[in-house]
């Protein structure tokens, strides 16, 4: 759609390692996105960019780190990961003033 | 008091139904407004945006009631492939900068 990949798309890793995902677009767009999605909790937000190096916090940042070094590149951190950030995740971008976000496909990430 | 609220559903319809979701929202600040599809295990994709005057795309009408603050969606000859979660979207405009809130959505179940 909006020329987004997130990678990997799957990933299953034990408690206590770092896990890196990517969010890769093509269109340019300022603003980027990570939200994670649980069953009863519908979308939440992780964290923010609104330019290169410019990121700040969502709702559910605790455990979370980001990084934009690129416009069309957006990183998840989980330094350790833990069973509660067994999750879907989901990058969007744009969602400016009154334009709507677009999704990427998701990363599936299970936490064991 | 969520910003954006949804009844959660489901709604159970059969085929040809014509069927009606309502989303309020709490802040007048609200600026833009959107109806998203989500599938299940897939990422929420853009079904429309709502405008003021009221919106029509095929089978699909979109409202606005900025008095009542509430936005609605209207599905008529409803299709076995209409099932999915529909998500109401308000993009919040201010001083310090905007922000998307996504409600949780309303699940449809088209039986034939």
């Known amino acids: 759609d909006a020329g987004i990949t997130q990678s990997p798309r799957h990933k299953v890793t034990e408690t206590g390692t770092p896990v890196t995902l990517r969010c890769h677009q093509t269109e340019n767009h300022r603003y980027m996105y990570w939200y994670r999605q649980d069953p009863g909790h519908g979308l939440r937000l992780i964290h923010y960019s609104y330019g290169v190096k410019d990121t700040d916090k969502g709702e559910v940042s605790d455990g979370y780190s980001v990084s934009r070094s690129k416009t069309e590149d957006f990183l998840l951190t989980l330094e350790s990961a833990t069973s509660s950030q067994t999750s879907v995740y989901f990058c969007a971008v744009g969602g400016d003033s009154n334009q709507p976000q677009h999704f990427g496909d998701g990363t599936r990430l299970s936490i064991l | 008091r969520k910003e954006v609220e949804q009844d959660p559903g489901p709604f159970n319809v059969p085929e040809g139904a014509t069927v009606a979701f309502n989303c309020t929202y709490s802040?007048?600040?609200?600026?833009?407004f959107f109806w998203y599809r989500q599938d299940c295990r897939k990422e929420p994709k853009l079904l429309m945006s709502?405008?003021?005057s009221g919106n029509e795309d095929g089978r699909f009408t979109a409202q606005l009631n900025r008095a009542s603050q509430y936005i609605s969606l209207l599905i008529r000859d409803s299709k076995l492939s209409d099932s999915a979660t529909y998500l109401c979207v308000v993009n919040v405009g201010g001083t310090g900068g905007f922000k998307t809130i996504f409600g949780a959505g309303t699940r449809l179940f088209v039986k034939a």
């Open positions: 802040n007048s600040a609200s600026q833009s």
């Open positions: 709502v405008y003021s």
